[in-house]
């Protein structure tokens, strides 16, 4: 099939097919998933101290593309609610920005699922910026759905005024929510007329990350994922998908108020129970965010009609938290983790009392009545407060002498003793200060002009690295940032739960772990900018 580094018929096919098939200008197959999508889309559009605007949850990748760009970065901060679920960024917010970035990226869906009025984003934009970046890892069905009419990148423009337009690029990991091998992706170009867009330009910049002698199959497995979803094949494959995930929606009802969807309950003065499915996969209304509904936590928002929750990802809510408040007694969402694992189901993404499930492609009746079962089955081993060993045998070890609900009950207590929910929203509402550019912080990491500080004396120092809690890689604090009291109270309390609950520590990327032979001495050491380079700065 030759070099798709050169003159492939069969690459130069394929490509076309899911240009077409994706109401693209422009498409490329890429090999190491939306991570490098999202590298390349930068490395071909920006270049050494270029103005790039991005979500501040945005994923690691896009950091870590700055880095390599060497550009400069301001950040767009969304809201979280009080179980620390990812908002959108406000219109508003949107709207104020500054100056022509070369670049704006926007995370579409967020992580939890909420999807933005891309027209609309496209049109407050408008001629500011040259480029923009959807980054779509986890949403590449919405192409085949008119559930997400005008919501995702590459949608048909319906203004007069189309050729005020930026370019627009869109980066979707097709493993994840189309049929593909682990590790594929796209990037999906519509041609703008701010900055005409360069082909054979993004073709040199797609070279400098393909190998010449890549694994064929992983590239055809994005054709075929791809042209499984031509025509009405597709609308019927996600079809499906939406179908299982409303049915599993109404059947969470009878967990309640144990476990519970993060969704609105009604629909046209009906509970969601008595609405029929395909009514539901169909009515963009019923997932759309209301400024006056209490469900989604979202506070002082006032343009949130424009957002709307993606039925295919259910967010389930454990008890714990209720309206603002950390109740008496709760279950962390880690607990519950746990017990899906050892029954062989995996979470997509937990937080402190949220799990996220994905109802993709792969989905089915007898897997979603599966999880719903041993999510029936944790409820009946709880309410007869079962010995954790039994329960967990993996942790039989650490907590064989304790039942589940003093299990659940010690971690609650915890993070309310933390004040979890204060401590999320804190995180994320005090920016740090940005004493370096990410790529000039990282250039001293590299030249090892840093040093390893600890917890203990980490306030106003500045990060070498990135820290990044996974899944899915938000980042807490970038490269070339000044650590604050918010950030350090934050991995303190991850420090402690890695010493005081072993085997619910959370994996933050860039943190370096000092084990100590004996348990409960572990710790946390990060890499900062020296004390020479910042002297310096002074």
Same mark, same amino acid.
């Given at each position: 099939?030759?070099?798709?580094?050169?003159?492939?018929?069969?690459?130069?096919?394929?490509?076309?097919?899911?240009?077409?098939?994706?109401?693209?200008?422009?498409?490329?197959?890429?090999?190491?998933?939306?991570?490098?999508?999202?590298?390349?889309?930068? &490395?071909?559009?920006?270049?050494?101290?270029?103005?790039?605007?991005?979500?501040?949850?945005?994923?690691?990748?896009?950091?870590?593309?700055?880095?390599?760009?060497?550009?400069? $970065?301001?950040?767009?901060?969304?809201?979280?609610?009080? /179980?620390?679920?990812?908002?959108?960024?406000?219109?508003?917010?949107?709207?104020?920005?500054?100056? &022509? $970035?070369?670049?704006?990226?926007?995370?579409?869906?967020? /992580?939890?699922?909420?999807?933005?009025?891309?027209?609309?984003?496209?049109?407050?934009?408008?001629?500011?910026?040259?480029?923009?970046?959807?980054?779509?890892?986890? *949403?590449?069905?919405?192409?085949?759905?008119?559930?997400?009419?005008?919501? *995702?990148?590459?949608?048909?423009?319906?203004?007069?005024?189309?050729?005020? *337009?930026?370019?627009?690029? !869109?980066?979707?990991?097709?493993?994840?929510?189309?049929?593909?091998?682990?590790?594929?992706?796209?990037?999906?170009?519509?041609?703008?007329?701010?900055?005409?867009?360069?082909?054979?330009?993004?073709? &040199?910049?797609?070279?400098?990350?393909?190998?010449?002698?890549?694994? %064929?199959?992983?590239?055809?497995?994005?054709?075929?994922?791809?042209?499984?979803?031509?025509?009405?094949?597709?609308?019927?494959?996600?079809?499906?998908?939406?179908?299982?995930?409303?049915?599993?929606?109404?059947?969470?009802?009878?967990? %309640? $108020?144990?476990?519970? !969807?993060?969704?609105?309950?009604?629909?046209?003065?009906?509970?969601?129970?008595?609405?029929?499915?395909?009514?539901?996969?169909?009515?963009? +209304?019923?997932?759309?965010?209301?400024?006056?509904?209490?469900?989604?936590?979202?506070?002082?928002?006032?343009?949130?009609?424009?957002?709307?929750?993606?039925?295919?990802?259910?967010?389930?809510?454990?008890?714990?938290?209720?309206?603002?408040?950390?109740?008496?007694?709760?279950?962390?969402?880690?607990?519950?983790?746990?017990?899906?694992?050892?029954?062989?189901?995996?979470?997509?993404?937990?937080?402190?009392?949220?799990?996220?499930?994905?109802?993709?492609?792969?989905?089915?009746?007898?897997?979603?009545?599966?999880?719903?079962?041993?999510?029936? +089955?944790?409820?009946?081993?709880?309410?007869?407060?079962?010995?954790?060993?039994?329960?967990?045998?993996?942790? =039989? +070890?650490?907590?064989? =002498?304790?039942?589940?609900?003093?299990?659940?009950?010690?971690?609650?207590? %915890?993070?309310?003793?933390?004040?979890?929910?204060?401590?999320?929203?804190?995180?994320?509402?005090?920016?740090?200060?940005?004493?370096?550019?990410?790529?000039?912080? *990282?250039?001293?990491?590299?030249?090892?002009?840093?040093?390893?500080?600890?917890?203990?004396?980490?306030? +106003?120092?500045?990060?070498?690295?990135?820290?990044?809690?996974?899944?899915?890689?938000?980042?807490?604090?970038?490269?070339?940032?000044?650590?604050?009291?918010?950030?350090?109270?934050?991995?303190?309390?991850? &420090?402690?739960?890695?010493?005081?609950?072993?085997?619910?520590?959370?994996?933050?990327?860039?943190?370096?772990?000092?084990?100590?032979?004996?348990?409960?001495?572990?710790?946390?050491?990060?890499?900062?900018?020296?004390?020479?380079?910042?002297?310096?700065?002074?």
């Amino acid at each position: 099939i030759w070099s798709i580094l050169g003159e492939c018929p069969a690459y130069r096919a394929a490509k076309n097919d899911v240009k077409v098939i994706c109401g693209a200008d422009h498409a490329h197959l890429v090999a190491n998933a939306t991570t490098t999508s999202n590298k390349l889309v930068f &490395e071909a559009t920006t270049s050494t101290g270029d103005h790039v605007i991005a979500d501040r949850n945005c994923h690691k990748s896009i950091i870590q593309s700055i880095i390599l760009t060497r550009s400069t $970065p301001e950040y767009l901060p969304p809201q979280r609610n009080d /179980y620390g679920i990812m908002g959108p960024i406000p219109l508003a917010e949107i709207a104020q920005i500054s100056g &022509e $970035p070369t670049l704006v990226v926007i995370t579409n869906s967020t /992580y939890d699922g909420l999807c933005y009025d891309v027209q609309t984003v496209k049109k407050v934009i408008g001629k500011k910026a040259e480029n923009i970046l959807f980054d779509e890892a986890w *949403y590449a069905h919405a192409i085949f759905s008119p559930l997400y009419h005008k919501r *995702y990148a590459m949608a048909k423009l319906t203004s007069k005024t189309d050729e005020k *337009y930026p370019t627009v690029f !869109a980066t979707q990991s097709t493993h994840k929510l189309l049929s593909a091998f682990s590790m594929a992706s796209v990037v999906l170009i519509k041609s703008g007329s701010s900055r005409a867009f360069n082909p054979k330009n993004f073709d &040199e910049t797609w070279m400098m990350h393909t190998s010449t002698s890549p694994f %064929y199959p992983l590239l055809a497995s994005i054709e075929v994922g791809t042209k499984m979803m031509k025509g009405e094949a597709g609308k019927a494959i996600v079809a499906e998908m939406q179908t299982l995930a409303v049915q599993f929606r109404k059947k969470m009802q009878e967990l %309640y $108020p144990f476990f519970r !969807a993060w969704q609105p309950d009604t629909f046209g003065g009906l509970n969601i129970t008595k609405v029929p499915d395909e009514v539901l996969i169909k009515s963009p +209304d019923m997932w759309t965010l209301k400024p006056e509904d209490k469900w989604h936590g979202f506070t002082g928002y006032t343009d949130l009609d424009n957002i709307m929750l993606d039925p295919i990802k259910l967010t389930i809510l454990t008890p714990g938290i209720k309206d603002g408040k950390m109740e008496e007694t709760g279950i962390p969402a880690v607990i519950v983790g746990k017990y899906l694992a050892k029954n062989k189901i995996v979470v997509e993404k937990l937080g402190y009392y949220n799990l996220l499930f994905l109802f993709g492609p792969g989905a089915s009746k007898e897997k979603s009545e599966r999880l719903f079962k041993i999510l029936k +089955d944790f409820k009946k081993d709880y309410d007869a407060n079962m010995n954790v060993g039994e329960m967990l045998p993996e942790l =039989k +070890d650490q907590y064989g =002498k304790m039942t589940i609900q003093e299990l659940c009950g010690k971690i609650h207590n %915890y993070f309310k003793e933390k004040k979890i929910i204060n401590m999320v929203q804190s995180l994320f509402e005090h920016t740090p200060k940005c004493v370096f550019s990410p790529g000039i912080a *990282y250039e001293n990491f590299i030249r090892s002009k840093v040093s390893s500080v600890p917890l203990v004396n980490l306030i +106003d120092q500045v990060s070498a690295v990135l820290l990044a809690a996974y899944p899915p890689g938000v980042p807490i604090i970038r490269p070339g940032e000044r650590f604050t009291k918010e950030i350090v109270e934050y991995l303190r309390m991850n &420090e402690e739960i890695d010493n005081n609950f072993p085997g619910f520590d959370i994996e933050i990327h860039g943190i370096t772990k000092n084990q100590a032979e004996k348990p409960g001495k572990t710790t946390y050491e990060v890499v900062c900018v020296g004390d020479r380079i910042m002297e310096r700065v002074k």
